[in-house]
């Protein structure tokens, strides 16, 4: 697979997925608790409009009562500005749905609320004001009327009609506008619990499939959201996306393995059924072959047990689950060995040396950092053409040793730099067995790193070489 056909498959784009009804129970819980949620306030609006309103089932006579007493008390001030005593009293009249019309003893009107007035009461009718409530002939129990006293004796009378006996308007417009909410709110809570749960019923449906096998599935929200749950799609896909990568690299890592087993297996076979033959010349020729290819097979099988022990120690937190034996190690002594050994068995490559003998010393594994300089050396030696010169530098920085691979090689390309370090990933120009193995060499320096308290960097530029840099804790 190259690394269009890999791009195609990891970054393609979402396929689109189907609502779960078994996933509808979050959106019904979300719905009705706002809805609930409504009720209850606008059962504590009534309550508190009962409690804090004029009381709606008060007695109608009491109220008269009230009105009666508060003109008879303003009588005076009646007579002389009725227009200013008619708007204090117009809103609390409102209230109860109340027709009120004040006339003098000769008729003439003062006040009134409404238009046109109240009817004046008749000779018979104004005999009986005294002060009290009555209600006039032939207006029905609606009508009250009640004298407005002055100085011992009525000098002016009040009437009063209710219109409706039900809610006073005020009361019925609060009424109408909580049921109107309610509706607005239960309308409106739709979409609003369907933006909610949405997702979750998307990353649900996701996760499932996931689970099935179909690593291709995504979540498709991410774009759209930059609240919590937009976060939690961007987190899910691109986990997605790790283990879709993930598990192609290891399928094309099996692929690999089965073509490097397969060359030298043969190889074997061809040698054992030559000495059968009874040939030594040509089963001595293919020996020397074969003692190659069991070499690059036994690193390639250290290199997988070692990076699948190394992951096992880093998951569980615990440096125990993997044995990393510290010496004290001299820097410079160590990397003038390293490098001896790199050109016996590369003598055609140019390795150049700048290491200080002043270096702090180490607390670190030799055989496991030995390897990890020798992976990077290696991968030098790969990616430069013949003749150009590999440095190896060694030096310190802020307490800290820090180890230099620098090559003036064909460099890494920028979308290959974040992936290097992942196992069985290789770049295009290491596809073929010649340039380079199975993608396990930078992945397993990283962890030999991680497991001394260290980390590693790498600088590249495709066409301008490539530097990684190891940073590693010094000794006290």
Same mark, same amino acid.
Request: proline residues 6%; aromatic residues 4%.
């Given at each position: ?10 970054? *393609? ?5 189907? /609502? ?41 006579? +009491? ?23 008619? +708007? !204090? ?122 689970? !099935? ?46 073509? +490097? ?14 000495? +059968?033959?009874? #040939? ?17 097979? #036994? ?56 290491? !200080? ?56 390309? /920028?979308? #290959? ?16 067995? *010649? ?28 066409? !301008? ?12």
């Amino acid at each position: 697979m190259n690394r269009t056909d890999a791009a195609r498959e990891y970054d *393609q784009e979402p396929r689109p997925l189907r /609502p779960c009804r078994r996933c509808r129970h979050l959106f019904w819980k979300v719905y009705f608790h706002g809805l609930i949620l409504v009720v209850v306030a606008g059962g504590a609006i009534a309550l508190i409009e009962i409690k804090l309103g004029h009381p709606e089932g008060a007695p109608w006579h +009491e109220f008269q009562l009230d009105v009666a007493r508060h003109l008879s008390e303003n009588s005076e001030y009646l007579l002389s500005r009725s227009a200013d005593l008619e +708007e !204090s009293l117009r809103r609390e009249l409102e209230f109860h749905d109340t027709q009120v019309s004040v006339y003098t003893l000769d008729g003439r009107l003062i006040m009134t609320n409404i238009r046109p007035a109240l009817s004046p009461l008749s000779a018979p009718d104004l005999a009986r004001l005294d002060g009290r409530l009555f209600h006039p002939s032939g207006r029905g129990e609606k009508t009250t009327a009640a004298g407005l006293p002055r100085e011992g004796h009525s000098v002016a009378y009040v009437l009063m009609h209710r219109s409706r006996s039900g809610v006073a308007p005020l009361s019925l417009r609060i009424t109408i506008a909580v049921i109107a909410v309610l509706l607005v709110l239960c309308l409106g809570s739709l979409p609003i619990a369907h933006f909610i749960t949405a997702p979750v019923e998307r990353l649900t449906v996701a996760a499932r499939l996931i689970g !099935s096998g179909d690593l291709s599935v995504r979540t498709g929200i991410s774009s759209g959201r930059r609240d919590e749950v937009g976060h939690l799609a961007v987190a899910f896909d691109e986990m997605a996306g790790r283990l879709e990568r993930l598990v192609q690299s290891e399928r094309e890592l099996l692929a690999n393995i089965s073509h +490097e087993l397969r060359t030298p297996l043969s190889r074997i076979r061809v040698a054992a059924e030559i000495a +059968e033959e009874g #040939d030594p010349e040509r089963a001595k020729a293919y020996l020397s072959e074969i003692s190659v290819d069991l070499k690059e097979l #036994d690193r390639l099988i250290e290199d997988v047990l070692t990076l699948a022990r190394l992951d096992v120690a880093e998951a569980k937190k615990s440096p125990g689950s993997f044995p990393v034996h510290l010496e004290r190690i001299d820097v410079c002594e160590f990397a003038v060995k390293t490098a001896e050994r790199f050109r016996m068995a590369n003598p055609e490559v140019i390795l150049n040396m700048d290491a !200080s003998p002043s270096i702090r010393p180490l607390d670190a594994d030799p055989a496991l950092l030995q390897r990890a300089i020798s992976n990077l050396l290696d991968n030098a030696r790969k990616y430069s053409e013949p003749g150009v010169p590999i440095l190896l530098r060694c030096g310190e920085s802020d307490g800290c040793v820090v180890i230099e691979v620098r090559d003036g090689g064909i460099g890494i390309d /920028p979308e #290959d730099l974040p992936r290097i370090f992942e196992p069985f990933f290789r770049t295009d120009r290491s596809r073929t067995r *010649q340039a380079g193995g199975v993608g396990l060499g930078l992945a397993l320096v990283r962890r030999i790193v991680n497991a001394h308290g260290g980390n590693i960097s790498v600088d590249s530029a495709s066409g !301008s070489g490539t530097t990684f840099r190891i940073r590693l804790p010094a000794a006290d």
